[in-house]
């Protein structure tokens, strides 16, 4: 009989694994930061290429991973109090692994495995819609640096009402549209306004100038995805009305024209619920009244009461300048307390609406609590007025605002369950190099015919997926490599109304 005598070694290997760039650092920067800083968006600079990027890498690491100044990408809520859709923000790994790539030399990679940039979507995403208006000619927004913020009023020219299941905004010049706010009225008290304001629309800072039939209709930041909402659930457009489109136009060094379009998706199925909305004012202020000394940095206490049980949509905190910090909470009846959003660094230009990703049960006698800080001192570097004066409510940018919207829509039991994310178009691929094959996921908005072609460098499609009638929701298949070369592959996604492609390449 052998012995057998085995020793085990235990070797430490310190192979340090090298971060690139087409492996590590473009698929965090094309998917966080290019929405805006490609050629046409709102942003100065442009970071779609590793040599875009070298070259700025001293301003990116100012802007987006020095924790003492990091304000890029821009998004005001705290992600350690609640969480919203689309959220702006890198987390630490990627912080980490962007600042490892610095550190190692930014090493470029090969080549191959550099991610094609995400979908920059130009014109309708949600595909053809029943309603299309746009503005009746191109503003133009001068080239001097500034802000400027301009109400343009685009007649619907219908006869009757419909239920709407979209509202999707789609910005003529994303090189100068910062944020838009949509609302809808029935009067003819903004045409009013804009006769009198010279040049095609009229300019307001904030609002509309008066209070239309429905105010915060919907909104558009940069990089924003549009939505289906969930089935069942539906806005509406009235008989005979006007959209109000709010623009804040970017500063712009050039002289730029935007002409920008609304299209309207009417719902195709059944609707049992309409989304409602709210705000919370100075009227529910409990130590107030609302009004600003000269420098001070008072907090303003807002107490609501909920009437009825709501299932919370998205809220749409707003104030302009002096505005610093808010704390927006909802304790229910039992004394649970949910977190709704938390501003650390207010800013007027990045103001939004944020959705939830699921919706938040409010059930009746639940009181939302909202606390507001302003700070009117001549630290705040924001504050307008100087030298420093007491300040009151008002609708101009030196005046100030106290306002919390919310939608919601009355609730149903399972809201808790209903993924509002999902109700948008998506689509990826991913090579599984241990099951050799494609992994395609795609989601569905609207029930649709699907096609999927795998095509080769040469556009010759490899592979065809064709799915009729495909339902809403999320759906998965996945497709064979085994009998394909190696090499770089194109996965494109279409359905009537909507395309996408994905590159993949298999090693
Ligand atoms: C939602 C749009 C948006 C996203 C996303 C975004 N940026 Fe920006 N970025 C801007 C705008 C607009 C400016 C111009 C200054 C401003 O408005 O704050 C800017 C300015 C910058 C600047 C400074 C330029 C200067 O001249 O000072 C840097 C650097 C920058 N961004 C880096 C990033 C990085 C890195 C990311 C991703 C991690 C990112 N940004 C994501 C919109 C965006």
Redo the contacts with the bound molecule.
Sequence with gaps: MKNYFYILFFIPVFVKAQTTFTEHVAP??YN??????HAG?????Q?TSYAEIKK?IG???????DPKNK?????MPDTKYSHFIDE?V?TDK?TEA?KTWIEGGMVQGDIAAEPDLPYFPKGAQLGKPDLSVSMKESFLHKGNNEDEYRIFVLPTNIKEGHNVSAIEIVPGNPKIA?HIILGLDTTQFADGLDAKDEGYGYSQYAGFGFYPTYYNWSGW???QKTRFFPDGISNYVLPNSKVLLQMHY??TPIDAWDSTTVNVYYSKKPVDRFLKGWVISPNDIKDGPFFIKANTKPTFHAQYKVVGDYSLINVTPHAHWLGKKWEVFAVHPNGDTTNLIRINDW?F??QNFFSFPKFIKLEKGTIIYCNVTYDNTEKNYRNPNRPIKNVAWGESAKDEMFLFYFSYVDYKPGDENIDIAGSMNSFDAIYNAEKKCINVFYNLAENTDVIIKLCDAKNKATNLIKNKETEIGKHGTLISTETLKPGTYWCKFSTANYTESKKVVIP
């Design positions: 965090i920067i966080k930061c290019a929405s805006c800083h968006g709102i942003a100065p600079l970071f700025n301003m990116i690491s100012m802007a987006a991973l304000f890029m990408p821009p998004w702006r890198l990627e962007i910062h930041v940069p990089g970017g500063p800013d230009n990045w």
